[in-house]
Structures are given as structure tokens and as C-alpha cells.
């Protein structure tokens, strides 16, 4: 992002604050808050309604946000993204905006909800790019709808794989970051009664720790967060994304290399494992570190992301 387009978002995230419209930002307005003309849409897709926030003009490149965030943590690489993309960036099923239904959360039904999404919108093809749990999604994307994939970007993390089974309870040495949190989300009823309504000390837990740029998420945004995943029914279906993991695992074992090339942008904490990982996922794979970067690659090195995402896609 530009220097413009940040001081523009910075002005609108600050008037939203100020007037108090932080507490009870409407999806529409956040989408006009961004610089560039951005709106928010539904779409009744597979069974579920996604909310969506689209802006620009030229090819389609879908943005799939992660936990415990939604589509606003896109928001300061999106105008500039925008300026040659038609820019779609996505509540994933049990996020945000979109519906939060009993079911369907395995990676490989929430790609199918995206590849509908993308053709209700006209589009026979798109790029697509994840972060965290949109990342898994993007890559069963472009594993089951090859024909849909024009790229796929994968920011700090893979799909789920046997790996998953060998992260021990008591690491030795400490990593960085222990993900105590994919056993937590495994739990069914406990953490809607110990998280509802006091989602915040969770986003902050999470910030605090996975991030390196510590001013990439403002309190307002963290506020934002905490609220999309307060209700009991939000954090039902955001822990389904983890409860899933068995079903990923499984599904992962029945897909070849994926064809559409491939892009993974790996974190100081991750870039090894993907760089490790992400070769034999494809045919044409290219693995980037974002540095002075944790985990939330695009709110703490948003230029850095925009720059390596638009000189793969421009320069496949």
C-alpha cells in the first residue's frame, strides 16, 4: 500500500474510533472506510450465506482470512491490490458476517462455498490467496477446482497433514509460539461458555505473542475481532475449522501436486516450515519470507505483502 492509500485508511479507521462507530461498525461501513470504493455483497452459495468485500477492476483475486480475524484483516493491502485486481475478500463459512451453520467445515466444503461464490460472481477463474485458516482453504481450492485456479497464495501456513499428529503437549526445546490453541478448538461446548462475551483477552493473548510489528493491530482492530467471535454460535464455528482437522488430513492424502503456481509467504516464525513443506504441494512453487513479520503478514508488512503478491501474480 501506498503511502496515500495508508494515511486515507488511517483517517477513516480514526473517525470511525472517534464518533464511536468502532463499537458498532456495520459491515457496510466498514467497506466504505476503505480508500477505493469498496462494497460489501451476499451471497446464498452451498448451503451457507457469505459476506463478501469487493473492489477494483480486472481479473478476480479472492482474499481468505484466517482465525481469530475476518476480512478486515485484509483491509490495508486491498486498495493497492485493487488498483489492478477485482479485489474479493471473504468471510469464510462461520466468520463474520457470513452464516454459521451446524456443519461443513472441513476445508474441502469451504473451498467448494468459495468456488461457488466466485461463479454466482461471474468469474470462471480466479487467483486466490489465503492467510491461516484461509490458507488450508485456498490450497483445497486449487486442489479440487484446478480449473477455477488461475494462482494460489498461501500466507504463513499449509494444509493440514499427518504433521499435525506429531505437535507434543510439552515442546523440547519451547518454540516461539506453542499452538496450544488447536487442541483448546478441539474441545465441543467448553469454550462458548468460557469465551462468550470475553472474546478480547483471547485476540489479545493471540496478538500479543504471534505478533512481530506490534502496531499492525491496533486496539480498534482488536476490538473488531473480539466482537465477531463473542457469540457463543462464532466460536462454535470457528472451532470447527480446527475440529475438521481429522477430515483435512484425510482428504489432504488424496491430492497430487497442485498445477496452478504457487505462492507461500512465510512468516519469521513459519517461513522454514513452508519453505520445508510447500515445494513437493506443487508443480511451480516459490516460497518468500516477509521479514520483521510474526504471524499477521498482512497488517504488520502490508507493503511487503502487496509488493511479493503483485510480482507473482503480474510476473507468473
Same mark, same amino acid.
Given at each position: 500500500? #501506498?503511502?496515500?492509500?495508508?494515511?486515507?485508511?488511517?483517517?477513516?479507521?480514526? /473517525?470511525?474510533?472517534?464518533?464511536?462507530?468502532?463499537?458498532? &461498525?456495520?459491515?457496510?461501513?466498514?467497506?466504505?472506510?476503505?480508500? $477505493?470504493?469498496?462494497?460489501?455483497?451476499?451471497?446464498?452459495?452451498?448451503?451457507?450465506?457469505?459476506?463478501?468485500?469487493?473492489?477494483?477492476?480486472?481479473?478476480?483475486?479472492?482474499?481468505?482470512?484466517?482465525?481469530?480475524?475476518?476480512?478486515?484483516?485484509?483491509?490495508?493491502?486491498?486498495?493497492?491490490?485493487?488498483?489492478?485486481?477485482?479485489?474479493?475478500?471473504?468471510?469464510?463459512? %462461520?466468520?463474520?458476517?457470513?452464516?454459521?451453520?451446524? %456443519?461443513?467445515?472441513?476445508?474441502?466444503?469451504?473451498?467448494?462455498?468459495?468456488?461457488?461464490?466466485?461463479?454466482?460472481?461471474?468469474?470462471?477463474?480466479?487467483?486466490?490467496?489465503?492467510? #491461516?485458516?484461509?490458507?488450508?482453504?485456498?490450497?483445497?481450492? =486449487?486442489?479440487?477446482?484446478? @480449473?477455477?485456479?488461475?494462482?494460489?497464495?498461501?500466507? @504463513?501456513?499449509?494444509?493440514?497433514?499427518?504433521?499435525?499428529?506429531?505437535?507434543?503437549?510439552?515442546?523440547?526445546?519451547? *518454540? *516461539?509460539?506453542?499452538?496450544?490453541?488447536?487442541?483448546?478448538?478441539?474441545?465441543?461446548?467448553?469454550?462458548?461458555?468460557?469465551?462468550?462475551?470475553?472474546?478480547?483477552?483471547?485476540? !489479545?493473548?493471540?496478538? @500479543?505473542?504471534?505478533?512481530?510489528?506490534?502496531?499492525?493491530?491496533? !486496539?480498534?482492530?482488536?476490538?473488531?475481532?473480539?466482537?465477531?467471535?463473542?457469540?457463543? !454460535?462464532?466460536?462454535?464455528?470457528?472451532?470447527?475449522?480446527?475440529? =475438521?482437522?481429522?477430515?483435512?488430513?484425510? #482428504?489432504?492424502?488424496?491430492?497430487?501436486?497442485?498445477?496452478?503456481?504457487?505462492? $507461500?509467504?512465510?512468516?519469521?516464525?513459519?517461513?522454514?516450515?513452508?519453505?520445508?513443506?510447500?515445494? &513437493?504441494?506443487?508443480?511451480?512453487?516459490?516460497? +518468500?519470507?516477509?521479514?520483521?513479520?510474526?504471524?499477521?503478514?498482512?497488517?504488520? +508488512? *502490508?507493503?511487503?505483502?502487496? #509488493?511479493?503478491? /503483485?510480482?507473482?501474480?503480474?510476473?507468473?
Amino acid at each position: 500500500m #501506498d503511502r496515500r492509500s495508508l494515511f486515507s485508511l488511517g483517517i477513516a479507521t480514526a /473517525t470511525l474510533a472517534a464518533t464511536g462507530e468502532a463499537a458498532h &461498525a456495520e459491515p457496510a461501513d466498514l467497506a466504505r472506510s476503505l480508500p $477505493g470504493g469498496f462494497t460489501n455483497g451476499y451471497a446464498q452459495v452451498n448451503g451457507v450465506r457469505l459476506h463478501y468485500v469487493t473492489g477494483g477492476r480486472g481479473e478476480p483475486l479472492v482474499l481468505l482470512p484466517g482465525w481469530p480475524q475476518t476480512w478486515w484483516e485484509f483491509r490495508k493491502i486491498m486498495p493497492a491490490l485493487a488498483a489492478k485486481y477485482r479485489v474479493i475478500a471473504v468471510d469464510l463459512r %462461520g466468520m463474520g458476517g457470513s452464516g454459521k451453520p451446524q %456443519g461443513g467445515y472441513d476445508k474441502k466444503t469451504m473451498a467448494r462455498d468459495i468456488y461457488e461464490l466466485i461463479r454466482s460472481l461471474g468469474y470462471p477463474r480466479a487467483h486466490i490467496a489465503g492467510h #491461516d485458516i484461509g490458507a488450508m482453504v485456498a490450497f483445497s481450492f =486449487a486442489a479440487n477446482h484446478p @480449473d477455477a485456479t488461475r494462482t494460489v497464495t498461501l500466507m @504463513d501456513v499449509a494444509h493440514p497433514d499427518e504433521s499435525l499428529f506429531q505437535i507434543p503437549l510439552l515442546p523440547n526445546p519451547a *518454540p *516461539p509460539v506453542h499452538v496450544w490453541w488447536f487442541a483448546f478448538n478441539q474441545l465441543r461446548g467448553l469454550p462458548e461458555q468460557v469465551l462468550a462475551g470475553r472474546f478480547r483477552p483471547m485476540v !489479545d493473548w493471540l496478538m @500479543d505473542n504471534l505478533l512481530i510489528t506490534k502496531s499492525g493491530v491496533t !486496539d480498534y482492530d482488536r476490538d473488531l475481532y473480539a466482537r465477531a467471535y463473542s457469540q457463543p !454460535d462464532a466460536i462454535r464455528a470457528g472451532n470447527a475449522w480446527y475440529q =475438521a482437522f481429522y477430515q483435512d488430513i484425510e #482428504d489432504r492424502k488424496g491430492y497430487g501436486p497442485v498445477a496452478a503456481p504457487m505462492l $507461500g509467504l512465510g512468516s519469521e516464525f513459519n517461513y522454514d516450515y513452508l519453505a520445508y513443506l510447500l515445494p &513437493a504441494s506443487g508443480t511451480d512453487v516459490r516460497v +518468500q519470507k516477509i521479514a520483521g513479520s510474526g504471524h499477521f503478514l498482512a497488517e504488520e +508488512q *502490508p507493503k511487503a505483502v502487496t #509488493d511479493a503478491l /503483485t510480482a507473482f501474480l503480474t510476473g507468473r
